[in-house]
């Protein structure tokens, strides 16, 4: 499997940005994806996942009602809308998965590959 992340860049809080992921390889619909990001000195923490059709979602406390995880599985892409950007959300974003089909992910663990990442930067 192989997973590209693009659209990050630098904007001013309070802005968006949406990253978006193409996966190759294997069956997209069958997989659940995420999110993942890193900042700098920091340990790499969840940020949102979505379950392979779709219907489930789940997000880190820090992100919920300013992110928007979701996916077209008709491009194999999934996507994260981040509106209301803070400087606290610059990091290195890394699109993942799991590599069971059909499985939850709820939480970093849960995501077992990560392809490259797409820097974040918001500025105050």
């Known amino acids: 499997v192989q997973l590209q992340a693009s659209g990050g860049g630098l904007v001013q809080a309070g802005g968006s940005l949406r990253l978006s992921c193409v996966a190759s390889?294997?069956?997209?619909?069958?997989?659940?994806m995420g999110w993942l990001r890193q900042a700098p000195g920091k340990e790499r923490e969840f940020v949102a996942a979505?379950?392979?059709?779709?219907?489930?979602?789940y997000y880190a406390d820090s992100v919920k009602g300013r992110f928007t995880i979701s996916r077209d599985n008709a491009k194999n892409t999934v996507y994260l809308q981040m509106n209301s950007l803070k400087p606290e959300d610059t990091a290195v974003y890394y699109c993942?998965?799991?590599?069971?089909?059909?499985?939850?992910?709820?939480?970093?663990?849960?995501?077992?590959?990560w392809g490259s990442g797409t820097q974040v930067t918001v500025s105050s």
């Open positions: 993942a998965t799991i590599m069971t089909p059909r499985r939850l992910i709820q939480r970093g663990d849960d995501m077992d590959y």
């Open positions: 390889g294997r069956t997209f619909s069958s997989y659940s």
């Open positions: 979505i379950s392979w059709s779709g219907v489930s979602t």
